[in-house]
């Protein structure tokens, strides 16, 4: 069975300190994979995608970036975060044309 | 551009029958999808329409018209688990290569 792991849970950190979030799948080859950043209270914002190692789209014009260094590996990035970074980061994955599993998520506070 | 709406909060009663809505507007369309939300917890996928019609999933059902860019999720029996946010998706683009879309989500509340 596919699974997706996501860490870490929780994370503060300072303004202007790097981030790096990673997410891994294990069962499954080839997949698509997503970040999403869901706001308090609010639907779920597309930040970026991937449908293969080293393709990344990006959706949103921020101070993320996103790499695939191997097939089932995908981390976000930051090099100077910003108050306005906080919030709960999905990473997800999904096989060609079917329904997206996620991982438990991270909450990311910026103080 | 790309749309989906969905209205934000909903109230019903435990035992009745809820129905949330979803309207899209999307370049392109590649299958529609509902996920449930509770707070603090990632989302957890319900159903998928890529055709025209209801798909029936025990108490859950789902339904998509591709022409008006409309689907629906309907609860039957509720209880009180199932306040929880609901989450409309639609992948735009291709199938193989279709970034997965979400609308603001339904936030209901199930009372006694």
């Known amino acids: 069975s596919q699974t997706i792991h996501q860490w870490p849970a929780t994370l503060v950190q300072p303004v202007g300190s790097p981030l790096s979030l990673e997410c891994t799948v294990e069962?499954?080859?080839?997949?698509?994979l997503y970040w999403y950043r869901q706001a308090a209270g609010r639907g779920l914002q597309l930040l970026f995608y991937?449908?293969?190692?080293?393709?990344i789209s990006s959706e949103v014009p921020q101070n993320l970036s996103a790499s695939r260094p191997q097939d089932r590996q995908f981390i976000l990035s930051s090099k100077k975060l910003l108050l306005s970074d906080s919030g709960f980061y999905l990473c997800a994955w999904s096989r060609t044309g079917k329904e997206a599993f996620f991982g438990q998520g991270t909450r990311l506070t910026v103080v | 551009g790309q749309n989906i709406d969905q209205p934000t909060e909903m109230t019903a009663t435990e035992g009745a029958i809820v129905q949330i809505n979803c309207t899209y507007q999307t370049s392109g369309f590649n299958g529609l999808f509902w996920y449930q939300q509770h707070a603090g917890e990632a989302p957890t996928f319900l159903s998928y329409n890529v055709l025209d019609g209801l798909e029936e999933k025990g108490r859950f059902s789902s339904f998509l018209s591709r022409s008006k860019g409309y689907s629906y999720l309907l609860l039957k029996e509720l209880q009180m688990k199932d306040s929880a946010s609901y989450l409309c998706?639609?992948?735009?683009?291709?199938?193989?290569?279709?970034?997965?879309?979400f609308g603001q989500g339904t936030t209901l509340q199930v009372k006694p």
């Open positions: 991937s449908v293969g190692i080293g393709q």
């Open positions: 998706a639609v992948r735009s683009g291709s199938s193989n290569t279709g970034k997965l879309i």
């Open positions: 069962g499954t080859s080839n997949p698509n």
